[in-house]
């Protein structure tokens, strides 16, 4: 990688990594991780460049554990979508996207499990495009939750009625 100033050397640093308290409040626990980084030899300056604070993000985000932006990023990839289309298929603002993205913001707790389940491939991006319209569910004969009705306290007598034919409505 080519120095940001031509007479500066190829360094490393001790950077710390903050991890929060799960109400956010303040910080539960800091890491220190060293990083590649650049510095001055006449003032002793120390620089990061965006290698080092993607490789500080991505220890937070391990710890934490959550997609780090670059695993968003591939994940977008290996589906093969832009940023407009993989913010439809999850259902959410275009730049919320984006922000996860490029590490400016991070996705909830709960938007990080579906995320980790497609990203591990347990949850198909067909299903996803299913939730998103749902005039895609008529191709179904009938929707069928995962669960199976009769390890519940309820039965099939308890749901209400429909068809393919009966358009996406789902009332009795």
């Not at 990203?119 to 939730?131: A, H, P």
């Not at 995962?146 to 009625?161: S, W």
Request: with cysteine; charged share 25%; glycine share 6%.
């Amino acid at each position: 990688m080519k120095a940001p100033v031509e007479c500066w050397e190829s360094t490393t640093s001790k950077e710390p990594v903050y991890i929060p308290t799960a109400d956010g409040s303040g910080i539960a626990e800091t890491f220190w991780v060293e990083v590649p980084a650049w510095k001055d030899p006449v003032s002793g300056e120390v620089l990061l460049d965006g290698h080092a604070r993607e490789k500080l993000e991505a220890v937070k985000a391990r710890y934490l554990g959550i997609l780090a932006p670059s695993q968003l990023r591939d994940l977008r990839a290996a589906i093969g979508v832009s940023q407009k289309d993989m913010a439809g298929l999850l259902q959410l603002g275009e730049k919320s996207w984006t922000r996860w993205e490029t590490g400016r913001e991070r996705p909830s707790r709960s938007m990080n499990v579906l995320l980790c389940a497609l990203y591990d491939g347990k949850i198909d991006v067909n299903y996803l495009e299913m939730l998103a319209d749902p005039s895609l569910r008529s191709q179904f004969a009938r929707w069928k939750p995962a669960v199976r009705f009769e390890d519940t306290a309820y039965g099939e007598a308890d749901l209400p009625k429909w068809s393919a034919n009966e358009g996406s409505s789902l009332a009795a």
